[in-house]
């Protein structure tokens, strides 16, 4: 009875946030609340003393817009949200904001609410970790930790769910667990409006592990049944669930993304033995959760043993693993003969500093060979090699760019992706997410103009740079020549935030007064005269054209 209880508060605290917000979606998190707390009370391991502990599991909410059911699970784990926070949900300057924001919400690991997203980072976040297992020892293992994702129809539905998907069955991600909250009801109505699909053939298409929970709403033992069982690849757990579960609107459209209303509030509270008082913890819930912190934080300590034993052990690897302090890369160059296109002087500025680039994974959506993106050093990653650093993401440039979001948020990695510039429009709204939330992610975009070649305008990105610059909190560097296109790679490695870089298919020369340092300016002089009566600016592969009618003018 006690995680009948535990579960009915949740549900209860989600609900209030809602009407007290006079906006929200309550529907989801009444279905969705044994589930979480199933995982939280018995499965997550985290320390809400320490929110980013590297060895922790991870935890998304893709399908954000039933995010008070994160926010109140957080809230009774410890985490640093107090019920004035749950209070304050969705008002201006709160940290229980409308959907997830990842850097506003202690805990949160992601930044959700378009929906898929958190597909596709949970992804990225399953390969980080998998490339951490690689400081494991034979006598000493510090890393084991777990992603686990949950999405519902909407998220099913949007196109970068295959995508992720497609690409995490293909690795075989076997710390990746997906929970597929299926209440059939869309804003629309029920997901039949516009969905026949069978979900069970086609998770299986993707070699995933599929459990089904016919009554996800109650049965309880069915989820720890499945949790339990060893993984040996990509899990998905399809949970039946009940939109707006014991409400009077349950199984209805209508509580998907509005209040109950005071009234309907009132009868849930009643049916589930809840009085008036309102964001009430009952004293047998908070018991309940002050136990799960406990074995959480008595967790934390034997794993605290553990990486005092390997920082003896093995002091290098220890400080390549928490070293914090940024590395500054130190570039030079000299003007070469001949014209280079700037992909090429990218790859080659890539090729000597690899050494340097102690955690990098790169990528391209199977444009590898024109953009130049996998340095010689560099090995595949793969389902049998996880020492792999470079990912063939495959035509799915959606997916690509929130996968790199998913390796970006765990922090350790410095990654980058390419694909033509025309395309990053294909995955802007994952480029976009990473400007919201200020990820270190490099975008190497090249074939940048209509300088591309025979391919014609279906390729040309016109109207991309435009897009790209209106785009708050995005750096936008195209560079000229051979030296600009180093001061790129240093720029973007050394900052933090998203950075894409417009690269030429076509060869340019180099310039004579191009200048690394002056690059960090953004605009610089490169031809100066006196008593100028007309201004040329120009950008990248133009620059070179802007000098010659310079000198003709």
Request: proline residues 4%; glycine residues 8%; charged residues 25%.
């Amino acid at each position: 009875m006690s995680d009948i209880l535990c579960i009915n508060n949740i549900r209860v605290l989600c609900a209030e946030m809602v009407e007290e917000a006079k906006s929200g979606h309550p529907g989801a998190p009444l279905g969705l609340a044994p589930s979480i707390y199933i995982l939280f009370k018995n499965y997550i391991r985290f320390d809400p003393e320490d929110s980013k502990w590297i060895n922790r599991d991870i935890f998304i909410f893709s399908n954000g817009h039933a995010c008070t059911l994160e926010y109140v699970i957080r809230h009774l784990c410890g985490y640093k949200i107090g019920l004035e926070d749950l209070k304050k949900f969705r008002q201006l300057g709160s940290i229980t904001p409308g959907h997830p924001e990842f850097g506003v919400t202690d805990g949160v690991e992601a930044s959700t609410g378009p929906l898929g997203q958190g597909i596709s980072n949970a992804v990225g976040y399953a390969i980080a970790l998998e490339k951490m297992k690689r400081y494991n020892k034979e006598s000493l293992s510090i890393f084991d930790n777990r992603v686990y994702c949950i999405f519902g129809d909407g998220c099913y539905q949007e196109g970068i769910s295959h995508e992720a998907f497609a690409l995490a069955g293909h690795l075989k991600l076997s710390n990746l667990t997906f929970i597929y909250d299926s209440n059939k009801i869309t804003i629309d109505g029920p997901t039949s409006l516009s969905m026949s699909d069978d979900s069970v053939l086609r998770f299986k298409s993707y070699g995933f592990e599929v459990e089904i929970i016919e009554d996800g709403d109650s049965d309880l033992k069915k989820m720890e049944e499945i949790l339990n069982k060893k993984i040996t690849k990509t899990k998905v757990i399809i949970l039946n669930t009940t939109i707006g579960k014991f409400s009077e609107l349950e199984g209805n459209a209508k509580v998907h993304g509005a209040p109950l209303g005071m009234e309907n509030l009132k009868k849930l509270k009643e049916k589930l033995n809840f009085g008036e008082e309102k964001f009430l913890v009952k004293n047998e819930v908070k018991e309940i959760f002050k136990e799960v912190i406990q074995r959480n934080k008595e967790n934390r300590k034997v794993w605290n043993e553990k990486i005092k034993k390997y920082r003896i052990k093995f002091p290098e690897i220890y400080e390549e693993i928490f070293r914090k302090e940024k590395t500054v890369l130190k570039i030079s160059y000299e003007n070469q003969s001949g014209k280079i296109a700037t992909r090429k002087h990218f790859s080659d500025a890539l090729n000597e500093n690899i050494s340097k680039f102690k955690h990098l994974i790169g990528g391209s959506a199977d444009l590898t060979p024109s953009n130049l993106t996998k340095w010689k050093e560099s090995e595949d990653f793969t389902a049998e090699n996880r020492k792999g650093n470079y990912i063939r993401f495959g035509i799915r440039e959606h997916a690509m760019m929130g996968i790199c979001n998913g390796i970006s948020y765990f922090g350790h990695h410095f990654v980058f992706c390419g694909t033509f510039l025309n395309f990053i429009t294909y995955g802007f709204p994952s480029l976009r997410l990473a400007c919201l939330t200020n990820l270190k992610v490099l975008y190497v975009m090249t074939h940048d103009s209509i300088g591309l070649g025979e391919d014609g305008p279906t390729h040309q990105p016109i109207e991309v740079l435009p897009l790209l610059r209106a785009t708050p909190n995005l750096t936008v560097l195209r560079p000229a020549d051979g030296r600009e296109t180093r001061f790129c790679l240093k720029f973007a490695y050394e900052k933090d935030g998203p950075t894409v870089v417009c690269l030429s298919r076509q060869n340019l020369p180099d310039l004579n007064n191009s200048s690394i340092d002056l690059s960090y300016n953004g605009a610089y002089f490169i031809k100066e005269s006196e008593n100028p009566e007309i201004i040329l600016i120009s950008t990248g592969s133009e620059v070179c054209l802007a000098l010659e009618c310079a000198e003709i003018l």
